[in-house]
Structures are given as C-alpha cells and as structure tokens.
C-alpha cells in the first residue's frame, strides 16, 4: 500500500483576522501556500474555504479555538515536508510567530502516516493531535521532532 503523510499545524492568532497587527502574516498566506503547491512531495491541501468553515463552525472541531490559524495538507513523505517548512518562506513567517501568535499556543504540529488516496480532515488532525498529547511519538503519529527524524532518515 503506498502511503502518504498527513500534516495539520494549527495556533491561536493574537488579534482577529483582518487586524492590522497581524497583517505580515495574513498577507503571507497566500504566498506560503502557492510555495507548498509547487514544491515537490505537495499532494493536496485543505481549501482555503472549507478551512474558514471549519474555523468559523462553533461546534466543529476547532469550536473551542477562536481566531485559529491552521493548515491540513498531505505530502508524499517526511522530508519533502520538512524541506517546505525549513527551507522557504514558511520558516521565514514561523521565525515571526511570537508577533502573530498567542505565546504558548502556537506550531502545533501533528503528522501521521495515511493511505495515499485519503484525503483527511481537521476532526481526524484534532483526534491524531489528542493522540499525540496523550501518548506521545510514534512510528505513526509524531509532532516536530519526529518529523525531523523521519525526513532524515528518507534523505539517507
């Protein structure tokens, strides 16, 4: 079975969407994205719509998060993933979190390893996220170290 890795990364912004003080990074979305899509290893990621609607859904699965910021996306593997987060844009705008982001809530990460023509959803990255919390990294489910780990170990 081939297999494909599922990522969901999610934090709680300090001020609303629209607020001029997190304008850096509302106006780097667009770009961080265009730059995953294009990068080898990217397979899919989440709309930017059904994300709102997950986002804005106050009985959904972030209903208990306001003015979240999160992706869901699926990757060919671990290291064309952690070549996206460490070596574009994407580090550059993580680099400036502590301005946009609530201290201490913020780069949750969760990867997991999915069947290659699954396409998960954040109610699945929450449970997986649960997971990871609770019984800490695995082979299967693991945060940011593992994905360290994994991606090193596919580079050889």
Known sequence: MTRHLAEFNFGTLRYPW??????????????????????????????????????????????????????????????????????????RIMARQHEWFVPGDSGFLVCWWIAATHRPDVAEGMARWRDLQKHGETKDV??????????HAEAG
Request: glycine residues 10%.
């Open 18 to 91: 629209g607020d001029p003080r997190i304008a850096g990074f509302e106006d780097a979305v667009d770009q961080v994205n265009a730059i995953a899509a294009r990068s080898p290893g990217f397979v899919w990621r989440m709309s930017d719509d059904d994300m709102d609607a997950v986002q804005n859904d106050p009985h959904g699965p972030l209903g208990e998060r306001p003015n979240t910021a999160s992706t869901l996306s699926v990757w060919t593997g671990a290291a064309p993933l952690y070549r996206f987060v460490t070596k574009t844009l994407h580090a």
């Open 142 to 151: 693991f945060g940011a170290n593992g994905l360290t780990i994994a991606a």
